[in-house]
């Protein structure tokens, strides 16, 4: 369904190109893409889910998360300093950020990126922030206790926090 959701997508950007959703509509389209293993599409689209975002301050997706965590897990070394830009401005735009997989990906994405670069101590400290926010249990909603936790921890990503935490 993959190709039938990008061609929806491209009717909804092509007919509502003012809506309130179009940063939400291009990050759909870059995950499609990126399922397709199209990854300078999906790449692409991402961007353009950011820059939507920017256009208005009110509109937060997930897109730099997602960017970035693509960036990390196909080790896109060119594209750090892009990822890493983009989720210091999740962190701006955010102000809170609620969920551990938020807090897992932030921290995830910045320590494997320090650690390419040679601060073993700081990717260290981050890497054990991810791990910490990935086995958290409980969401600390009353009445949603399993909403934005990490659920899965059989990634490469996952198990290199765990050496990178461990060295």
Aim: charged share 25%.
């Amino acid at each position: 369904m993959l190709r039938a959701s990008l061609t929806l997508l491209d009717m909804m950007i092509k007919e509502h190109p003012d809506a309130t959703d179009l940063a939400l509509a291009y990050q759909q389209k870059a995950e499609c893409l990126l399922a397709l293993d199209d990854e300078t599409g999906a790449i692409v689209y991402f961007r353009e889910a950011l820059q939507a975002e920017k256009k208005r301050p009110n509109v937060i997706t997930s897109a730099a998360l997602r960017f970035s965590w693509m960036v990390v897990e196909r080790g896109l070394t060119p594209l750090y300093d892009e990822a890493l830009a983009g989720l210091q401005d999740y962190i701006e735009r955010s102000r809170v950020m609620v969920f551990a997989y938020e807090h897992y990906i932030l921290n995830a994405v910045r320590a494997v990126i320090t650690e390419e670069r040679g601060y073993h101590d700081l990717a260290r400290k981050l890497a054990q922030l991810a791990l910490d926010a990935a086995a958290l249990e409980h969401s600390g909603f009353r009445y949603h206790p399993k909403v934005g936790l990490v659920h899965s921890k059989d990634d490469p990503v996952y198990a290199r926090l765990k050496q990178i935490a461990s060295a």
